[in-house]
Every structure is written in structure tokens, then in C-alpha cells.
């Protein structure tokens, strides 16, 4: 696994939850649900909200007469009172003035007017021109509500479920939301909704019901209850999947001014699902999902700009959104960021910043911080190398929804890296990460497949999986399903396929693939025999550490196929092989220290590695072994431990180790005379390819 891991994209929608604690007063709601019919008592925004005798501005916004309504409030008009306390504290339609609008919103409060105590608990709740006071807001917004103001009660709906000034009642936030949104208060259907579709606060889970409330929500003009309900479209929760429903929903959400809803728009356009691909609306609606103040909106656009997709490459700019996105919350924007630092991008690499921003991502909820977190503990990188520490980091990443986290931790428990070793755990943690688009999770499922560990064995689905990842771009799938195409292994043998995918791996620097398509030119199979070209396949290979190509090298020298024979590179090339643990090498360098050639003559290094090599499973190494102990040819004579060899060497396909122990029945030399036991043991070895079993048996 690279350790230059590159910051990624959210793969799913972001979620519509904007606190709604936040100051977000939705004027023209309020004008057009709570006072339609006296528009002149309110802070009237919109065209349709227009009071007789008063035109519009230039730009749309309402100039209502502030000396009226100054005389209104005067004169006891509690309603005048919070409309001019509004117009103060946005400073449209007069000059922004947070004192006053405090001192407005407590006089209209005072002689009973509910929304007046709604917004002066708002003040109270965010400390604006007013030192915060949640216990107080709270006070207010149950006035407020009590009054038979519905966003009062959605404000304090808000506040239990939070224990924001109140201690947390679920219960409590349920009714209370519930009330506000019987009164006509779209956030309050909105919350109710998110807690149906979440299953939360003592309600279960009904996706229908959400579905209703998020409509009624986003009918009621709030943007952030048409996000909720293109969520449930888009994912098929509680109505029919509808991409085009969900796209059109979005973009209402976003134009009625929830920027959650623009960026969810700017993902869909960057990933294509029902609509033409288009990274420039991709990039606008991103950008406004971000300049309107939701942070996964930057951390969008700094993807797109990180990898220059509809922008020009700026990993400065991109670097800089991240931060957006990460200091606002987004736990997405921090493990992305949490890359630029590892990786010094548009930054002086800080591993241990690094460190701390996938932390900080992780205990976020972001699943790929956890994996990346997963990442630094399993390599050991700015902190202690601590296996258990990665797996438990790579759990949390998969169950969050990191494909690759899951592929991670499935090949843990292949291993028994920091857990126990589980076959099964494995293949179902490797299936679980190809489903989710891991391909390396699908080319590791298809080895599971291919060998029977932990699933049946099924070759087909084994070079399903391989043809898949291979196609996708996974070298080792690509050598993998050669290895089956050249065997016939769930597949038809077929050399020039082998070749061909062999070749596909090799070109994408997997250097077992470069190995294997340098044996197809040594052998002539699939390709022209081409010994200058196995040659230069296998020292890449070697070079680039594979023992196998090392020793495969090593041969050719030995031969003097393709290059002049000469033993003693043979010999350093058998050696790199066997020190690379590849068992053939061993074996090969075993025969020129017997025969003294490239090496000098050392028959106890001979037998050294001969037993190096049998005890990893070459069977010729055991027989020549067992040669070595019947001859006492650097070590003393042992009849019986030869016969042991030989019978190593033919039980792992050796027909001379047959051959050997058939003869030491025959004249019971380390085992009991048995002239069955020596008949069978020759007919084994004949038919195997030795002739001088077979010359036995004719006799």
C-alpha cells in the first residue's frame, strides 16, 4: 500500500443538517405562513409580501416606513416593535443597529408578542448584542411557544434535544418539534423528519413518515427540508429511487438558500449519477455550497482544485479550503487536509500534524480518516508501529463506509495481523470492500476464491473477480488471471492470453508479472521464444527485490541461454535468490557448491542448503539430501535419514526420490527389505518420468 495517499472526494451525499440552532430567520416563510394577512406588521422582504402604498427597492428588499412603525411601537404595537427590531438587527430597510433590535425584541416580548420573544431568545441563544444566555433563550422560546408561536417552539424543541440551556429530553424535542410543525414552523417538520429517518429521540425509524415531513418542510420554503427529502429520493428511502426527482429537489434547496443542498448538487454533477457529468457546475455549486457557509462545500471544491478537475490545478487553493472545510466542522475536510500535510502538498510535510487531523477526522465520523489513521499506526508512521491499534482504526473506517478500509482489515485477519488469523473474516471483510468499489478488495476476494480459503473454491468467480480488478486498473489481478489463463484454471488454457495479461501486469509495474512473462519468452509459450527478452524482464524483477527472477536469472547464466554461460554470476544470482527467501535459489546454489562451480567446492554448504531448500518444499532438494546422507558425503553416513529423504522428496513429486527409496527396500539399506513396497515405489517413479525405474521393472 503506497503511503502517498491522495485526499479524496466524499463518496455519499452530505447530509442535510444544518443546525437549525443557527441564525437562519427565513423571512419570507414567516411572511407568507404566519402573517399573510397583515404583511405591513412584518420585516415583508419579499414581492408578495408587498403592504399597500409601499413599492419595492431596486434590489427586491422592502423599504417599509420606519417612522410608522416607530410610532406603532410607541404607541403599543407589539408587533411593530419586532418587525423594526428585525429591519435593526439585519440592517435592511434601516441601519444595523444590534442594540436596538435587543431593545426592540425585549419591549415587543414584554407586552406579549411571541415572536418578539422567539427572536430576542435567539439573541440570547447566540449572544448577539447580549452576553449568552441559554438558559434564558430558553425561558424565552417556551413564551414564545406557549404564546402560540411555532418556530418558538421548534427553537426549544431544538434546545432539548441538544441540553442546550435545558437538560436533553428527547421527548420533549419530539412534541415540542411536532407542535411547531402542526403550527406551520418548516424547521420544526424538518427536525421531526431527520429524527424519523434516523430512528432517534424514542421514535423509530419510518422513512415514509420523514419523506412526508420533509415535503411539508420544503413546501413551506425552507431549503434545508427539500435537501432532506432529494436525500430520501436519491437513496430510495421511504419513496421510489428518483435521481431526477432528487437532482430537482436539490437545486430548489439550494435557491431557496440552504448551501448543503448546493453542495450535495456539486457532488452529483463531479460523480454523474443521473445526470451528465460536468465538472464546471460541479465547481460552481460547490463554490456556493461554500461561500454561503457549508463546509463540505469547501472541502469539495478543494478536491477540485487539488486534482484539477474544472479549475486549474492549485494545490495552495486547495489546501486552503480543506482548512474551511476541516475549522467548520467537516470532518472530510480534515482528513484530506490531514494529507496534504503527510504528503507536503502546498505545505512543509507535518507528520504529525497529519496525525492529529486524521484523529481529529476520525473521532468526526469520517471513516477515511479512520482508515488513513488506520494507515499511520500499521506503517508505523510519526507514531509506534501498533498492528492492533491499525485494525482497530481500519474497523471503524470500514463500518463507516471506507471501501479500502475494509479491504485493509480483511487482509489482517488473512494474516493474523493485530487480530487473529480468520479465513472467513477475511473474505467477507474483502467482499464487503468490493462491493463498496475497493478493487484491490475484489482481486484480493478472487485469491480467496482461487485457493479455497475461507469460501468454497470456485476458479470461475475467482477470474470474474481478477478480470474485474484487472480491468479497473489492479496489476496483480491482471497476473493473476494470466497465472489461470495459463493453467486452465477456471478459465480455458490459453498462452497467449496469459501473455497478453502478464504483459498488461508487468506494464503497470507488477514485477511478478514481469517474471512470468519472462518465463512465457524463456519457454516459447504464448509469445516467440525470446531469451534476450526473458532476460531483460527478469533482472528488472530482480532488481526490483523478487527472488524469483533472481534465480530464474540465475539459470539462464548457468545455461549460457541468452548471455554467456558463466558460473559464478549464476552463483550470485542463485545466492540473491536464496537470501530473498525463494527456495529454488537455494537449491540451485546448493548444486554448484556440490559441484564446486562459480563457488568453491563445499559439499557441507551443499548439504546446508540442500536442507534449507527440502524444508521449504522443493522435493528434489530432499532427495539429493538424502543422497548426501547414504553417501556420507559431508556429514556422517545415515542409511536410515536417506531413507527418510527419499521418501520426503516422492511424496512431494520427486520420481528420483522414488526411484532411491524403492532400491533401499529392495536391499533393505535403512528400512526393512520389502521387495512390494520396492516394485510399487519403481512403478511410481516410471511413471513419473524416470527411466531407470523403468528399466527395473522390465527386468
Known sequence: MSSNRKPCIRVSLVLCVAALTADRPAHAQECTTCWSAKCSDLMAYEPACTPAGHAPSSSGVFRLNIKDLAAACSGGDAKACTSLGTMHESGRGAPQDSDRAFALYREACDREDARGCTRLGRLYEFGRGVAADLARAATLYRKSCEGGEPYGCSMLGTMYSLGRGVPRDDDQAVALFRKGCDGGASTGCFQLGFWYARGRGGVSRNDKDAVGLYRKACDGGLGLGCCGLALMYEHGRGVGRDISQAIGLYRLGCEQGDPHACSNLGLIYDKGPGVQRDESQSVRFFRRGCDEGDPEGCTGLGFMYESGRGVHRDDAHALDLYQLGCRGGDAHGCANLGIMYENGRAVTVDVQRAIR?????????????????????????????????????????????????????????????????????????????????????????????????????????????????????????????????????????????????????????????????????????????????????????????????????????????????????????????????????????????????????????????????????????????????????????????????????????????????????????????????????????CNAGEPAACSLLKE
Open 357 to 685: 487531523l486524521y484523529r481529529m477526522a476520525c473521532e468526526g465520523g469520517d471513516a477515511f480518516g479512520c482508515k488513513d489513521l488506520g494507515f499511520m499506526y500499521e506503517h508505523g508512521k510519526g507514531v509506534s508501529r501498533d498492528n492492533s491499534k491499525a485494525a482497530t482504526f481500519y474497523g471503524k473506517g470500514c463500518d463507516g463506509g471506507s471501501a479500502t478500509a475494509c479491504t485493509s482489515l480483511g487482509l489482517f485477519h488473512e494474516r493474523g495481523t493485530g487480530v487473529n488469523k480468520d479465513d472467513s473474516q477475511a473474505a467477507a471483510l474483502y467482499r464487503k470492500g468490493c462491493d463498496a468499489g475497493d478493487e484491490q478488495g475484489c482481486s484480493n476476494l478472487g485469491f480467496m476464491y482461487a485457493d479455497g480459503r475461507g469460501v468454497p473454491r470456485d476458479e470461475s468467480r475467482a477470474a470474474e473477480l481478477y478480470r474485474r480488478s484487472c480491468s479497473e486498473g489492479i496489476a496483480g489481478a491482471c497476473t493473476n488471471l494470466g497465472f489461470l489463463h495459463e493453467r486452465g484454471r477456471g478459465v480455458p488454457k490459453d498462452d497467449s492470453q496469459a501473455a497478453a495479461l502478464y504483459r498488461k501486469g508487468c506494464d503497470a509495474r507488477d514485477i511478478q508479472a514481469c517474471n512470468n512473462l519472462g518465463l512465457m519468452y524463456k519457454d516459447g509459450r504464448g509469445v516467440p521464444r525470446d531469451d534476450s527478452r526473458a532476460i531483460d524482464l527478469f533482472r528488472r524483477s530482480c532488481d526490483k527485490g523478487l527472488a524469483t527472477s533472481c534465480t530464474n536469472l540465475g539459470d539462464l547464466h548457468d545455461r549460457g541461454a541468452g548471455v554467456p554461460k558463466d558460473d559464478s554470476q549464476a552463483a550470485v544470482l542463485f545466492r540473491k535468490g536464496c537470501d530473498g527467501a525463494d527456495a529454488a535459489g537455494c537449491f540451485d546454489l546448493a548444486l554448484l557448491y556440490g559441484d564446486g562451480r562459480g563457488v568453491p567446492h563445499d559439499e557441507s554448504r551443499a548439504a546446508d542448503l540442500f536442507r534449507q531448500s527440502c524444508s521449504e518444499g522443493i522435493a528434489k532438494a530432499c532427495t539429493n539430501l538424502g543422497v548426501f546422507h547414504q553417501n556420507g558425503t559431508g556429514m556422517a553416513k545415515d542409511d536410515s535419514k536417506a531413507a527418510a529423504l527419499y521418501r520426503k522428496g516422492c511424496d512431494g513429486g520427486d520420481p528420483s526420490g522414488c526411484y532411491n527409496l524403492g532400491l533401499m527396500y529392495q536391499y533393505a539399506q535403512g528400512v526393512p527389505l520389502d521387495n512390494g513396497q520396492a516394485s510399487a515405489l519403481y512403478k511410481k517413479a
